[in-house]
């Protein structure tokens, strides 16, 4: 089974993340084929917006953090960054169909996608402090200028996961919809993208988003504090009781971190 999909249909892409028994975290594998998918349709002339989705259980729980319990040494670029940095180089319009969990970088991508459509069993949570991490993807800096600084702060401090409603009132979300409607909408409102000019839609990203350098001068400062972090106890021990058998009885509505 592939666990990153793509699917393009008249100048649609649908970038599936399909991963469901580990609820979509991702691993390096899964970042260089989405990252491949979006310079890919950076590239074609022929695709004109994207669409981003989970499947019925979850959007996507972020990180494997088995991946980040064993580290493995990679040469070069990390996948994740790579996969980071092809979400920020996208010109055209990136779309988001979120059900269930969007976790890590599964939240912080949201925050880069130009439309985000939610089911009602979506919940947001961006729990890097639990895992004593920080966070990624410019989180840091897209939250506060969102939000405001308190509402950014509450939720990357405590790290507690909001739901689809809170997320719209909190203007991460544009719709929320019923769970079985959110990919079709999502599908719908991309389609009148392709119908636009391209042109036009690429040159309101760019004024609306400013200067990619600014993410990316952002991102690596986050790098380099999440990987020191990486290596500190209580990371360490919160990924090791993350990863302890569970009894199958836990609630599906909190993050365990
Ligand atoms: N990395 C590795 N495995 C993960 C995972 C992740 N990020 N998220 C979920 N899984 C695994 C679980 O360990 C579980 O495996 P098991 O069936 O072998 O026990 C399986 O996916 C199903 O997850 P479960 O926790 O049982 O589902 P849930 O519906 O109760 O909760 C989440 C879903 C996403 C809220 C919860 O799994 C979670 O909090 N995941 C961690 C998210 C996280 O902290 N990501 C990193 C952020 S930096």
């Not at 890919?40 to 019925?56: N, Q």
């Not at 979400?87 to 949201?110: D, E, S, W, Y």
Request: glycine share 8%; aromatic share 6%.
């Amino acid at each position: 089974m592939e666990e990153v999909t793509r699917v393009a249909d008249e100048g649609l892409l649908l970038v599936g993340i399909n991963r469901p028994a580990r609820k979509n975290a991702l691993t390096s594998a899964m970042y260089v084929e989405l990252a491949e998918a979006l310079a890919a349709a950076e590239r074609d002339d022929s695709i004109r917006a994207v669409v981003v989705h989970g499947t019925e259980s979850a959007f996507c729980a972020g990180n494997d953090i088995g991946d980040f319990a064993n580290p493995r040494s990679i040469e070069g670029e990390r996948p994740s960054v790579r996969f980071m940095k092809s979400v920020i180089g996208l010109g055209k319009p990136l779309l988001a169909a979120v059900n269930g969990p969007a976790v890590g970088i599964g939240a912080t991508m949201l925050l880069h996608c130009d439309l985000v459509f939610a089911g009602t069993t979506a919940k947001l949570a961006f729990p890097f402090s639990k895992l004593g991490l920080c966070p990624e993807f410019a989180s840091s800096l897209v939250l506060p200028v969102t939000l405001g600084y308190q509402r950014a702060a509450e939720l990357l401090l405590l790290g507690d996961a909001v739901d689809a409603a809170a997320a719209q009132s909190l203007g991460l979300v544009n719709a929320v919809l019923p769970p079985e409607e959110v990919l079709q909408h999502a599908v719908a409102v991309g389609r009148r993208l392709c119908a636009a000019s391209a042109p036009s839609l690429r040159a309101i990203k760019s004024l609306m988003r400013g200067d990619s350098e600014t993410y990316l001068r952002r991102m690596d400062r986050e790098n380099e504090e999440f990987a020191r972090l990486l290596e500190t106890p209580h990371a360490k021990e919160a990924f090791k009781t993350f990863l302890m058998p569970r009894p199958s009885t836990v609630s599906s509505s909190q993050t365990h971190a």
